[in-house]
């Protein structure tokens, strides 16, 4: 059974950095992918980085620049690195396993920019 775990998240300034974990326990046959979504009150859950076992890696527009997804070789941890955070950054961060037989998620890390 593959679990995924998120951490990291926790209240931040405009303008401040936070870097989020997912690290994966349990094995699958093959992975496809990792990517990070996030879902802010009253919004769709929408995807903001995700990083492929092509070697590929793709950013929202709205984070390009500020944020950076990676992992390690193994694909047991994939980070997002958030610097110059906005207000509309604030959302729950979920981590999401692409992979054969199936696809995983976690349970969401709050990230809360405020001053």
């Known amino acids: 059974q593959v679990q995924l775990v998120e951490s990291g998240g926790g209240l931040v300034h405009p303008g401040g950095s936070l870097t989020l974990s997912c690290t994966r326990s349990?094995?699958?046959?093959?992975?496809?992918?990792m990517r990070w979504f996030r879902q802010a009150p009253g919004k769709e859950r929408e995807l903001v980085a995700s990083?492929?076992?092509?070697?590929?890696?793709d950013y929202a527009d709205s984070v390009k620049g500020r944020f950076t997804i990676s992992r390690d070789n193994a694909w047991n941890a994939v980070y997002l690195q958030m610097n110059s955070l906005k207000s509309e950054d604030t959302a729950v961060y979920y981590c999401?396993?692409?992979?054969?037989?199936?696809?995983?998620w976690g349970q969401g890390t709050q990230v809360t920019v405020s001053s």
């Open positions: 999401n396993l692409v992979g054969y037989p199936f696809d995983y």
């Open positions: 990083t492929s076992s092509d070697g590929r890696t």
């Open positions: 349990g094995s699958l046959f093959s992975i496809t992918a």
